[in-house]
């Protein structure tokens, strides 16, 4: 039998965590109760529940009504000043008939982009896709597999309170490299030194090789260690089918590291348009500063110059006078084919766009061109006011003209959280906009 003096201090305990705002433990201590004030405080949850549920269906008047039960109850201030705000926002929404179950980007795969294999177009602040097509799907990515070698190096960086003027030495890891025709390296010298800042600008720059194999190598001790920290990497972005075998985007057969390394399941590095433009995103949010590298025509190493692999840049074979291109990376294999990751501003806003598997050198170019111009030509910025739980923000949403026209936006509210919060959807001709998970 429980004391009266240990049923006061569990319901205690439980209003505790009602104003903490941990529903879930404070329900299971209530519930081991039978004291009058413990029922009383759980209906008062139930009812927080229900007000909840009406609101993200829009039951407005329901919603009204519930909030009125638990002002007349006298509830508890965390429970009571939840569901007032329910009903405040739900004042201030206008309510969606209609609700679209089909998320898409804003621009037809149909009628953009048609001979394109896969690939994302995304804002990069918000993660809004824009357009894309068969871009879950993993395929290999020669190197294009460097940004998520570059996003860990990033990591690493950040941690360890590196300087890039860090001196390191290029060590016998990339023996043979320079024994392979058609490979893009840096020409490292064993023995010699180099800048972490070299090393990274030959790798996003020239995408070589060797550069960041020699990174990887004095970051983590071994190339096995390096791509295990991918893969770890690639885990906390949630990437599908992701898979690494080495840092260097080579195939197997043309990297000598590979001989016996247990990661090397299939042949070459494989990950998705998706993948590339969620790793893209966390790369510039991490470091914006790796533009300056990016935009460069070419950096030099050993005094040699080495050109970038990038033909989007501005004055260069492939460049646009319609979208402001500066990055921001390559990659090119038998498997792989012709593939670009595009960064660039559109009306001043900065967008990610990921190609891949294009038949030639020229075709990523121009494919990548093309999307990006009728892109900039068909979408139209829109600046749209959201709520949140504590006030609105601005937003900015891509849209279509036709589509902006009928924009709509869906709420739903987690209230029985420690920090309550609202989402949105945004819709527009019966369809949901889509943004990355």
């Given at each position: 039998?429980?004391?009266?003096?240990?049923?006061?201090?569990?319901?205690?305990?439980?209003?505790?965590?009602?104003?903490?705002?941990?529903?879930?433990?404070?329900?299971?201590?209530?519930?081991?109760?039978?004291?009058?004030?413990?029922?009383?405080?759980?209906?008062q949850i139930v009812l927080l529940k229900q007000c909840q549920q009406q609101f993200n269906s829009q039951q407005w008047s329901q919603l009204q009504q519930t909030n009125y039960q638990l002002q007349q109850q006298q509830a508890l201030p965390a429970i009571k000043q939840r569901a007032q705000r329910l009903v405040k926002i739900s004042q201030q929404i206008t309510p969606v008939k209609s609700r679209s179950q089909q998320a898409t980007g804003v621009l037809s795969n149909q009628q953009f982009g048609t001979a394109i294999t896969a690939g994302i177009l995304i804002d990069q602040q918000t993660g809004q896709i824009l357009w894309q097509k068969s871009a879950q799907v993993a395929r290999p990515v020669a190197s294009m597999s460097k940004l998520l070698a570059v996003l860990t190096i990033e990591q690493a960086i950040k941690k360890r309170h590196l300087n890039l003027q860090t001196p390191i030495v290029a060590s016998d890891v990339i023996v043979g490299l320079d024994q392979k025709t058609g490979l893009t390296n840096a020409g490292l010298k064993i023995g010699q030194t180099y800048t972490m800042q070299q090393l990274l600008e030959a790798t996003m720059v020239a995408s070589a090789n060797d550069a960041v194999m020699v990174l990887g190598q004095y970051l983590y001790g071994s190339q096995d260690r390096f791509v295990t920290k991918m893969l770890a990497q690639a885990r906390q972005l949630k990437l599908s089918d992701c898979q690494i075998v080495n840092a260097n985007g080579l195939p197997k057969t043309l990297?000598?590291?590979?001989?016996?390394?247990?990661?090397?399941?299939?042949?070459?590095?494989?990950?998705?348009?998706?993948?590339?433009a969620k790793i893209t995103q966390k790369l510039l949010a991490l470091n914006p500063n790796l533009l300056q590298i990016t935009q460069q025509k070419q950096v030099q190493i050993d005094n040699r110059s080495l050109p970038n692999t990038n033909k989007m840049l501005p004055g260069t074979?492939?460049?646009?006078?319609?979208?402001s291109v500066d990055g921001f990376k390559t990659g090119t294999s038998t498997q792989a084919g012709a593939c670009v990751t595009v960064t660039g501003k559109i009306y001043g806003r900065r967008v990610i766009f990921v190609l891949l598997h294009a038949p030639s050198d020229s075709a990523r170019f121009l494919q990548a061109r093309e999307l990006l111009e009728k892109a900039a030509q068909s979408l139209t910025l829109k600046q749209v006011s959201v709520i949140h739980w504590q006030k609105a923000k601005t937003q900015a949403i891509w849209l279509t003209?036709?589509?902006?026209?009928?924009?709509?936006?869906?709420?739903?509210?987690?209230?029985?959280?420690?920090?309550?919060?609202?989402?949105?959807?945004?819709?527009?001709?019966?369809?949901?906009?889509?943004?990355?998970?």
């Open positions: 039998m429980v004391s009266g003096c240990s049923v006061h201090w569990q319901v205690a305990l439980a209003k505790h965590e009602i104003g903490e705002g941990n529903f879930a433990k404070a329900t299971q201590l209530l519930k081991q109760s039978d004291a009058r004030q413990a029922q009383k405080y759980l209906q990297d000598p590291m590979l001989n016996d390394n247990p990661q090397a399941t299939v042949n070459e590095n494989q990950l998705s348009a998706q993948d590339l074979k492939f460049g646009s006078t319609v979208v003209t036709s589509q902006a026209a009928s924009l709509q936006m869906c709420y739903q509210a987690q209230v029985l959280t420690s920090k309550p919060r609202l989402t949105v959807q945004f819709q527009s001709q019966h369809q949901r906009l889509q943004f990355l998970a």
